[in-house]
Structure formats: structure tokens, C-alpha cells
């Protein structure tokens, strides 16, 4: 990946009370990626860059003890009961290529005039213009792979995305284009000790995409990689466009005595396009208002000579999110579905509904209430801010499907304003700041530590009335995970005898599930919750910063707790991804090493872990799924980063006309301290198949100042 960046301003005061500032900031890019990074054998499908059958899972699957290459071909690994061989390395090198170059422009520009004969009025114009384009090339090449059967004996194994297209190409092109006009009248004034601030502001955005994409397939040779060498595909073009636009209105009064008794109201009236107009709702009015009270400015404080400084304040203000697909509000229809209807004796493509309008539609709202106080004490040295806060968030905007008849479209979705959560919570900041002497020179440090905790619920889901009470989202956190409640492994054949399953029978050394509703089967029926979010509801972080005799040093620390992670990729519904973390020689490839050596067994009859199996089809693979077995604590500390530098004396820069020269050595994500298996990122959303992990990064570099 290449990237050039270029960037001016210009600021001017061009006349008597006019200001005028200019920014232009461009870039250009160019990414080439291996194919198979990219997508399917069309280069729109979803082998992805992420996720399953990505370079990263295939490197998860791949067998080590394999050598890389047999009779000139890489060797893979095939999975279980497929034709899909895993081989990093022909992903990487033999799939093909995609070759992307992107343009970007960034424009802003204001211009305010202070109005000579009205003390504190001034008039102000802002406006940006962002224009951007890229274009992709995807050249698919078939490749083979090596590898061996049941018998051992090597053989041939063709591409995991087929070999139906043969060389086939997929070449795109994406353009944006955004502007953003604002206009405001601004009046800042003080009248003795009353200080005042007023800002009225109207603002307009207007936004356009556009996208094509072309497919050929069976190209003559790779070398020549353009769409007019190929047959035409199935579908050979394709391409879509959107346009937005959007206005409002925004007003702000700030009001201080003394820079003791602080209040400010604001309100912001948005419209948005994706409502409808003549609904009346397409317009929304947010408010908020807040009050502070500097408490060390009053004379019955002057006493404590050690503060600095103390504030309380409080607020509470409505805000907008209009984040809903755009056309809601008017039944859609697609031919994108393999359905033909018979007219006059033809057989023709028919349309068919896929959106069901909601004129009803409007802004999803979030009431926000906010208490808190500031203080430092002893000229700095000690330095806190606490905030209590509470969240209430209604007519959330909703995907409904099902909702309808197929007289009215059956299973196609609409949107619905019909959900509630609420979040509470509290913020901590606290600093302290000090300088020593030590060894002659002054030691200058700095600890900053941070701790949020927030805790969100369901106040209303749109639960089915058949649901279960024990599977029923209202009431329970938000995010919370779905699954089996496990009792263990089976110990005994009268043990599976006398207990529910799911599926087929089970072993001893299988795990066993509990039957929720009492039916003597192990069904959908029987999935509660069985975990907290896999998003920390307390989070915490540490910052350092030092620095003695022209070195400095800072380091930050990241961390998180009281949330959960399934081992089995769980996702919020009780499904989950049977992951290489929880069945032991997933589909034919590598297994952690605690699995094996913790499995249950006749000779290991204490063993935490289930029996080992070897492919996803036998009975263990009923032992990944989503349970409290694989549930985990994703409590974790990390060390984001960390820079150490050493800034050289001005005495040894003289002579080459140097200002100051520093030189830097910085690592980022450093070591993490967590209870979670090897190989599995605390601060990943959840366990998964193959995405590409976060990388430890160490670099050093120069800093010069002429």
C-alpha cells in the first residue's frame, strides 16, 4: 500500500474586520492485495478479506507438519467431508490480484466579517467540498492445490471459489461528491461580570454516489488483464447511485456571571429526506440546556487555600438519529429474485415488493441527563472530574420482518419506531502533575487514570408472544448472549440414558445440556441467556508520561471488564461459529493444544474438556455450540502504546543550523494480561474463524525542526 498526502491552508485578513481562511488537503492512493483477499471468482462475491475461508482462517486450518510445496504446487489441507483446500500460501500468491487506486480532495473555506459598528457581532460564512473516486481491478486466476487423501497419497484439488469462470476479471468504479454550506451570526459580549455568548446557524448538506462494475470470465492468459479479452458473465454489468440531502437549523446562548454561575440552552431543527414530508415527521427539534456553578469562586470557599479549583453542573438535552435506509416510507419493489410470472402465454420477469412503506416514520430520540463536578487542588497536582449519566433512548428504528401477510408482502421487511433502551452510568477522570529535582535536573511527570462504567437494557423488544419468559430480549442487558445452559460432560451411558440431548445421541465426554422447558429434547426452545455483552460494561485506562535531562517517555494502558466471550463465536441470538477453539481437528485442520490435552477421556476421566473428535458431522460438533461451557470472563489490561525519546542539546545542533532534533523508538499493542486462551483478542467483538488479528507494531523514527 502507497499513499501520498498533500495539505495547505491559508488564513487571511484580507480587509478591515474580514477574515478568510482556505484548507486543501488531497491524497492518493494505491493498494494491491492478493485476489483472494478481495471476493469470489467474480470479484463481487464473499470470500472475503475477513471471516471464513480468509488468508487468516485457511492459515488457522493448515496442517504445520506439511511441506510447502509437492511436485510444484503449495500444499493445503482439505476439510472434512469437502472439496475446500486450505492453503494460505496459493491464496496469497496463486489467486490473482486486486489493484485499487483512490483519489480523495478535501476543501474548506470560511469567511467572517465583525461587524464595526455592533460591539461582539460578527457574521459567518464555513463550506467544504469533498470529492473522491477509486477504481478497482480483480483478476481471478484459477489455481491447484496438493493433498492427501485417506490413503495418504497426494492428489490434485482445484480452487475453493471454482474453476467455472476460468480467468475472469471484475474491474469497478466508486465517485462521491459532498458539499456542506453553513451560515451563522455570532454575538460575544460582557456587561460588567455578565458575559454572553450567541450563535443562530443554518446549515445544508447535500451528498452523491455513484458506482459501476463490469465481469468477464475465461480470459485467453493472465498477462493481459482487461475486461475486452473475456466473455461477458451472467451478469456483466451492474451499478447503482444515491443522493441525499439534508438541512438545518441550529441556535446556542451561553450566559456566565463572573465565570461563576454558567448556563447555556442550544437546539438543533433537522430535516432529514429519509422521512416522509407530508407525514409531518420528517422535522425533528432537539433542545438541551445546562447549568454550572463554580463553587471555589464564592467567598465561603476562600478559606481552603488549597483548591484551585470546584465545579458542579448538570445538563439534560434530546438528541436526533435518522439512521434508517432512505425510502422507507415508500413500498419498494425488486426483479432480483429467481420468480417469473406468465403473461399472455410468456413466461417474463416479474417485480416483486420488498419493502413495505411506513409513512409513520420518524427521528429515533435519545433523552440524555448529566450530573457531575471538576476539581484540581495544590496548583495541579491533583486534578478530578466525575460525571453520573442516564440515557433514554426511544422510538429506536427498527428493521420488523415478517410483520405483514403475503397479501402485503409477506416476509419483506419494513421499519418501525417501536424499541426502547435506557444506559446509566458514570465517568471518572483523575490527573496529577508534579515536577522533583532529581540529580540536578528537573523530573517532570504526569498519571492520568480514567474508569467509565455503563450498563445498557432492553426496556421494550419486539418479542413474539409465543417466546419463551426464559428467552424473552425485554429486561435483559444489552447484548446479552444467547445459548444452552451446560451441565457438564456426560460421565456414563445411564447418565445419556436418562438425560435430553440435542440431535443425535451423544457420548460420555460430550457436554451435556439443560432442559429448560421440560420436554425431554434439547431444542431452540431451551436457549436463555447465558452472558453478559461481549463489550465491556466497565472499561479503564492508564497514561503515563515522563520526562528528565532531554528524555521523555509516555506509555498508555487499555482495559476492560465485566463482559463475557464465547469461545464459540456466540452472537447476541444463540448462534454461533463452531469455532477451531472449541472442537478439537475442526473440519480435518489444527486444534489448540489445551483442548487435547485436557480432553475427557477413560484415561483421563477428569479431563475439563470434551472427548476428542476429529470433523464437524460426528456428534462433536455438537459440543461447540452455544453454551456456558465455552462462556469466558474477557476481563483484560493492555498496553496500547508506549514512545521513549531523547531530544539532543541545542548546544550540539548549532553548528548545522538545526532547531531541534529528537530521536524515538514506539511500540503499540504491546503485551495484553487476560484470561482468554492464546490466539483470541479481548477487544475483538467476539471469537471468530479468521479475522486477521491486531498486529504488534515497533518502529523508530527522527523528528527535526529547522
Known amino acids: 500500500y502507497r499513499r501520498y498526502n498533500l495539505r495547505t491552508n491559508i488564513e487571511s485578513d484580507f480587509a478591515k474586520n474580514f477574515h478568510f481562511t482556505l484548507g486543501v488537503a488531497g491524497n492518493v492512493g494505491r493498494r494491491h492485495t492478493p485476489a483472494f483477499a478481495s ?15 480468509s488468508i487468516a482462517h485457511q492459515a488457522i486450518m493448515m496442517h504445520p507438519y506439511l511441506p510447502e510445496k509437492y511436485e510444484g504446487l503449495y500444499t493445503a489441507t482439505l476439510q472434512n467431508n469437502t472439496s475446500l483446500p486450505n492453503s494460505p500460501l496459493a491464496a496469497i500468491y496463486d489467486s490473482g490480484s486486486k489493484k485499487t487506486r483512490s483519489t480523495d480532495l478535501q476543501t474548506n473555506f470560511s469567511l467572517s466579517y465583525n461587524v464595526p459598528w455592533v460591539k461582539g457581532l460578527s457574521l459567518k460564512i464555513n463550506g467544504s467540498y469533498n470529492y473522491g473516486t477509486s477504481h478497482n481491478k480483480n483478476l481471478n486466476t484459477p489455481y491447484s492445490t496438493m493433498v492427501r487423501n485417506s490413503s495418504m497419497d497426494w492428489i490434485k484439488s482445484a480452487d475453493p471459489r471454482g474453476t467455472d469462470l476460468g480467468i475472469n476479471i471484475g474491474e469497478g468504479q466508486y465517485t462521491y461528491e459532498q458539499m456542506v454550506g453553513q451560515g451563522s451570526i455570532n454575538y460575544v459580549n460582557s456587561f460588567g461580570k455578565n458575559n454572553i455568548d450567541l450563535m443562530a446557524l443554518v446549515e445544508a448538506r447535500d451528498y452523491k454516489e455513484n458506482s459501476m462494475s463490469a465481469y468477464a470470465k475465461n480470459l485467453p492468459f493472465k498477462e493481459l488483464p482487461e475486461l475486452g479479452q473475456g466473455i461477458a458473465t451472467d451478469s456483466p454489468v451492474g ?11 441550529v441556535f446556542r446562548l451561553k450566559y456566565d456571571y463572573d465565570s461563576k454561575y454558567l448556563a447555556e440552552i442550544s437546539g438543533r431543527y433537522d430535516g432529514s429526506y429519509k422521512f416522509y414530508g407530508m407525514s409531518g415527521k420528517r422535522w425533528g427539534f432537539f433542545p438541551s440546556a445546562s447549568l454550572g456553578w463554580r463553587l471555589s469562586k464564592e467567598k465561603f470557599m476562600s478559606g481552603l487555600s488549597f483548591l484551585d479549583d470546584l465545579k458542579v453542573r448538570t445538563s ?19 426483479n432480483k429474485y429467481s420468480s417469473n410470472i406468465v403473461i399472455n402465454g410468456v413466461l417474463s420477469p416479474a417485480y416483486y415488493t420488498n419493502v413495505i412503506a411506513n409513512q409513520n416514520l420518524t427521528w429515533e430520540k435519545t433523552l440524555s441527563w448529566n450530573v457531575g463536578f471538576d476539581f484540581t487542588m495544590w496548583n495541579g497536582l491533583l486534578g478530578m472530574e466525575v460525571d453520573a449519566f442516564y440515557n433514554y433512548t426511544y422510538d429506536i428504528l427498527t428493521a420488523m420482518g415478517g410483520d405483514y401477510p403475503p397479501s402485503m408482502g409477506g416476509y419483506f421487511p419494513t421499519y418501525a419506531n417501536n424499541n426502547k433502551i435506557d444506559a446509566k452510568g458514570v465517568d471518572v477522570l483523575i490527573t496529577h502533575k508534579n515536577e522533583i529535582q532529581l540529580a540536578g535536573e528537573a523530573f517532570k511527570y504526569g498519571i492520568s487514570g480514567n474508569l467509565t462504567f455503563s450498563k445498557t437494557r432492553w426496556l421494550v423488544y419486539p418479542d413474539s408472544p409465543n417466546t419463551m419468559e426464559w428467552r424473552k430480549i425485554t429486561g435483559t442487558t444489552y447484548g446479552s448472549l444467547m445459548g444452552w445452559q451446560a451441565e457438564g460432560l456426560f460421565k456414563s451411558e445411564d447418565e445419556i440414558t436418562n438425560s435430553a440431548w440435542y440431535g443425535t445421541r451423544p457420548n460420555i465426554g460430550d457436554v451435556k445440556y439443560k432442559d429448560l422447558n421440560g420436554d425431554g429434547k434439547i431444542t431452540e426452545d431451551d436457549k436463555a441467556v447465558i452472558g453478559r455483552s461481549n463489550r465491556p460494561q466497565l472499561t479503564y485506562g492508564l497514561n503515563l508520561n515522563c520526562s528528565w535531562k532531554g528524555f521523555d517517555l509516555n506509555a498508555q494502558f487499555t482495559g476492560g471488564a465485566l463482559f463475557d466471550v464465547s469461545l464459540t463465536g456466540t452472537y447476541y441470538n444463540g448462534y454461533d461459529d463452531n469455532t477451531v477453539w472449541t472442537q478439537t481437528f475442526k473440519e480435518g485442520a489444527n486444534s489448540p493444544l489445551y483442548l487435547v490435552e485436557n480432553a475427557y477421556s477413560i ?34 489490561i493492555r498496553l496500547k502504546s508506549a514512545q521513549l525519546g531523547y531530544t539532543l542539546p541545542k548546544r550540539w545542533l548549532t553548528a548545522a543550523n538545526i532547531q531541534n532534533l529528537r530521536v524515538y523508538v514506539e511500540g503499540s499493542n504491546l503485551f495484553t494480561i487476560s484470561g482468554l486462551p492464546e490466539g483470541i483478542d479481548p477487544e475483538s467483538p467476539g471469537v471468530n474463524n479468521g479475522y486477521y488479528p491486531q498486529q504488534r507494531i515497533i518502529m523508530g523514527g527522527i523528528s527535526v525542526t529547522f
Open 39 to 53: 471476493g469470489g471468482t467474480d470479484g463481487s462475491s464473499s470470500l472475503g478479506e475477513q471471516g471464513w475461508l
Open 239 to 249: 451499478g447503482w447511485s444515491n443522493a441525499s440531502r439534508s438541512a438545518g437549523y
Open 316 to 334: 439534560v438535552g434530546l438528541l436526533g438519529n435518522d439512521g434508517v435506509s432512505a425510502y422507507s416510507f415508500l413500498s419498494q419493489y425488486t
Open 603 to 636: 484415561e483421563n476421566p477428569n479431563g475439563t474438556f470434551p472427548r476428542i473428535t476429529t470433523g464437524h458431522l460426528t456428534h462433536g460438533g455438537d459440543n461447540g455450540l452455544s453454551s456456558t461451557f465455552w462462556m469466558r470472563d474477557g476481563k483484560y
